[in-house]
């Protein structure tokens, strides 16, 4: 094929267990990108690793992640797929949803699912509104909260005015998961009506988290993505580690308490719709929830229950994670916090909800969340397997291309792809939004829209992306008419879950962090995020 072998990170142990032990001891006490950064100065960006007897290649090029996910017309998407290992890992939890399934049952779901991902299903502000703080939304007086003291911005409030700090990220994340379970189930899971948490140290008798359905659904839906973070890590031995018991299944059972009632009266609700339909001759009524939607068009229960919890976990986490690293930032730069506060006042002042126009009009609000997901993407890495014998390209220019076997693994890094200086200049790994606003946006991403895929690219692109920056925009949007000043909160972070003494030593955004990123399917913040903020 007129192909080379990538270079290889080999180890001096047999099976390359020494190299093994390096990439989970930077999983465990690492920097997320430390084991690639490392190897990609010694080897390039695209090299291969040999590990356990099992061949995969590791990236950073942007031009293999267009070959792995661009569309039809630039190359053969059927080259490339998530292949079986990746599906036996993620099917006890995503089933055979959309992000678990390749070829004719991929395109299956993605056919059912990209009509109701339309704009104006996105839009629901009001929805965003409710969850974030200031409006009721109607459907939340039967199914959710019924007061503006449940929204996420009425609970920071009371815990300031107490004197303690707030676990942002847990903030974060409650309020993800409540919009997007009422957006995609018509039934809040009531997340934000429990009590939030206090600090580690705090002297409070009802310091534990409260023993609540929503609590245990969160919780079971978190250890889902490490167990299968796990699984991926340990490649195909996994197994070998649930001889005795699947891990997924416990946490399953809780979904599932929630889920397969909501999915039983939807199928329910659409005979009992197409009956009267039929029976007056007229039309059934335009489906109002993701849930409904899918029971317009299925009456496979096992399918629907797969879908809407893979797009249940591709809503909540894109939104949760990077509303958090957006607070961080805000935090860790006051001029950026002051800036997108003047927008968020000049636009829709102190008090009014944002419409859609609003958010369109509001670019720095757009340059900020970009930013933030360029430096750290929601999901960090991602991965295609080689259907067949094939090539990508050389990161030389001036070499061959690259040889990829039948049945190998490409795992691909947004986030490192997001901070190397060729893509995006000298000042790759700071943070200022002003590059998606001024000539480094020609420059850079106009030129190639490959260094910048947090929502994945081509044919696999996130139908929910619309729907993730309306939660996100509402939401810092409302933050900012409410509070004028944010501050991290170190004493507060749980011991051991600040960055380590050595790393402000270290060249790039790892000497400058103040938070511990960490990552299972997707990146998060290690002991939370703990701010204080100031009202004004």
Same mark, same amino acid.
């Given at each position: 094929m007129g192909a080379v072998l990538p270079p290889v990170w080999t180890g001096t142990l047999p099976g390359n267990v020494d190299v093994l032990w390096d990439r989970w001891k930077t999983f465990s006490c690492g920097y997320p990108s430390d084991s690639h950064a490392k190897m990609s100065e010694k080897l390039g960006p695209t090299f291969a690793i040999d590990s356990m007897w099992r061949h995969h290649i590791s990236t950073s090029d942007a031009n293999v992640i267009k070959v792995n996910t661009a569309s039809q017309i630039v190359t053969d998407f059927s080259k490339f797929s998530k292949g079986d290992l990746f599906r036996d890992i993620m099917r006890g939890f995503l089933g055979n949803g959309i992000f678990n399934s390749d070829g004719e049952m991929w395109r299956f779901h993605r056919h059912i699912a990209r009509p109701f991902f339309s704009r104006v299903k996105a839009a629901k502000l009001d929805l965003f509104q409710a969850y974030s703080g200031n409006i009721i939304y109607h459907h939340m007086k039967v199914h959710g909260s019924s007061s503006d003291a449940d929204s996420a911005i009425a609970k920071m409030k009371g815990r300031f005015r107490e004197g303690h700090t707030v676990n942002f990220q847990d903030l974060a994340s409650r309020y993800a998961l409540d919009s997007s379970t009422q957006f995609l189930f018509g039934r809040s899971i009531g997340f934000l009506r429990d009590p939030l948490p206090y600090e580690w140290n705090a002297k409070r008798a009802d310091s534990s988290p409260p023993n609540t359905p929503a609590e245990r659904f969160a919780h079971s839906l978190r250890s889902l993505q490490e167990v299968v973070a796990e699984r991926w890590r340990l490649q195909r031995i996994w197994p070998l580690f649930e001889i005795l018991e699947d891990k997924c299944k416990t946490h399953m059972k809780v979904l599932n308490l929630f889920v397969n009632p909501i999915v039983r009266e939807a199928l329910e609700r659409h005979s009992k719709l197409e009956h009267d339909s039929n029976e007056r001759g007229a039309r059934s009524p335009e489906p109002e929830t993701f849930v409904d939607f899918m029971a317009h068009h299925t009456t496979d229960s096992v399918l629907i229950h797969d879908e809407t919890l893979n797009m249940l976990l591709a809503a909540r986490d894109s939104t949760s994670a990077t509303i958090t690293f957006t607070v961080y930032f805000l935090c860790m730069y006051p001029h950026v916090l002051n800036r997108l506060r003047a927008e968020v006042r000049a636009t829709v002042g102190l008090t009014r909800c944002p419409t859609e126009d609003d958010i369109r009009n509001m670019r720095y609000l757009r340059a900020v969340i970009d930013e933030t997901m360029?430096?750290?993407?929601?999901?960090?890495?991602?991965?295609?397997?080689?259907?067949?014998?094939?090539?990508?390209?050389?990161?030389?220019?001036? %070499?061959?291309?690259?040889?990829?076997?039948? %049945?190998?693994?490409?795992?691909?890094?947004?986030?490192?792809?997001?901070?190397?200086?060729?893509?995006?200049?000298?000042? =790759?790994? &700071?943070?200022?939004?002003?590059?998606?606003?001024? %000539?480094?946006?020609? /420059?850079?991403?106009?030129?190639?829209?490959?260094?910048?895929?947090?929502?994945?690219?081509?044919?696999?692109?996130?139908? %929910?992306?619309?729907? =993730?920056?309306?939660?996100?925009?509402?939401?810092?949007?409302?933050?900012?008419?409410?509070?004028?000043?944010?501050?991290?909160?170190?004493?507060?972070?749980?011991?051991?879950?600040?960055?380590?003494?050595?790393?402000?030593?270290?060249?790039?955004?790892?000497? /400058? &962090?103040?938070?511990?990123?960490?990552?299972?399917?997707?990146?998060?913040?290690?002991?939370?995020?703990?701010?204080?903020?100031?009202e004004g």
């Open positions: 360029r430096l750290y993407p929601p999901v960090s890495s991602n991965v295609r397997n080689a259907t067949c014998d094939t090539t990508i390209p050389n990161s030389d220019p001036r %070499g061959k291309p690259f040889f990829v076997p039948a %049945g190998t693994s490409i795992v691909y890094s947004p986030l490192i792809v997001g901070r190397r200086q060729e893509y995006w200049g000298h000042d =790759a790994e &700071e943070f200022d939004p002003d590059r998606f606003l001024d %000539g480094r946006r020609d /420059k850079y991403l106009r030129r190639n829209p490959w260094i910048f895929v947090p929502f994945n690219a081509g044919p696999r692109t996130c139908l %929910g992306q619309q729907f =993730a920056y309306n939660a996100m925009s509402v939401f810092l949007i409302r933050l900012l008419q409410n509070f004028s000043e944010m501050h991290l909160a170190p004493e507060a972070q749980p011991p051991g879950t600040l960055p380590p003494d050595d790393w402000s030593t270290a060249n790039g955004r790892k000497g /400058k &962090e103040r938070f511990f990123p960490k990552k299972s399917i997707t990146l998060y913040s290690s002991g939370g995020l703990w701010v204080r903020m100031d």
